[in-house]
């Protein structure tokens, strides 16, 4: 495995490193800020592509942004390309680098109407996401949500389509498990659906990766003693006989440091 340096320099292409505050501090105004006072901005405007270059460039040569990046997008825009989903659901949007990378993936693939749902509960990186898609001329593909992530899914499970092709999960790490058991429990995610879970090296999340590896027997043992027991209306319990077939794939983060996306397929109900 290659190393990568503690600290690589920008001179490398990656981004500015991350510091002890790296979000909410007006960074993301400002780069709202350079994008449409671009000087490329003809050329940016209804190009994702180009968007993309221009979200990296700030992150490069301003202040770091807490972004999926060029490296570990690849490997979700290649399952895109391979799986053409026609529904992706990201929690966690931010600035909509993903939103803006993965929606115009779905659109690629030439299929019917895809639709792509970023949550992000920040007003700020909600407003931000939304101007951005639009330069992207994404509009018609991305549609960012804002509000609080479990009323939110619940909003979207009572609609007329429940399950979802892929769930992509980059908001806080700690939510991950207990986010993913909603979903299963609203029907989000069925047979056929894809997990997909971001910053899984760095920085990990023991308590996901043991659930989505762990065969139903063992998770059915952690569930049944809850099983009778009133819900707080915050604490979900999951679908134990859900089975997943998961695989942990590593990629650089666009600091340069090694991380993992764990990408995860529904296979099913286990047949008793």
Known sequence: MTTIAENPPISQGFYKPEETVFCNDGREDQLLQFITTHPQLSA?????????????????????????????????????????????????????????????????????GPRYVSLEMNPKFAAVSRALVEVAGLSDVVDIQEGPCRPSLQRLAAGPSKQWDMLFLDHSKISYLNDLKLAEELGIVARGSIVIADDMRRPGNPMYSDYVRADTATKKQAYLPFAGCLSDGGISLG??????????????????????VEISLCTGLEKN
Do not use: C, W
Not at 67 to 75: D, I, Q, R, S, Y
Not at 244 to 256: A, D, M, W
């Open 44 to 112: 940016i405007r209804n190009s994702p592509e180009a968007v993309l270059a221009a979200i990296d460039e700030f992150a490069r040569t301003k202040d770091f942004l807490m972004n999926v990046g060029p490296h570990k997008g690849t490997l979700i825009t290649d399952l895109i390309a391979s799986e053409r989903p026609s529904s992706i659901l990201e929690i966690g949007g931010y600035v909509g680098y993903s939103a803006i990378m993965f929606g115009s993936a779905m659109r690629n693939t030439g299929i019917s």
């Open 239 to 260: 679908n134990p006989d859900l089975v997943y077939q998961t695989k942990l794939l590593e990629g650089l983060e666009p600091t340069g440091h090694m991380d993992a």
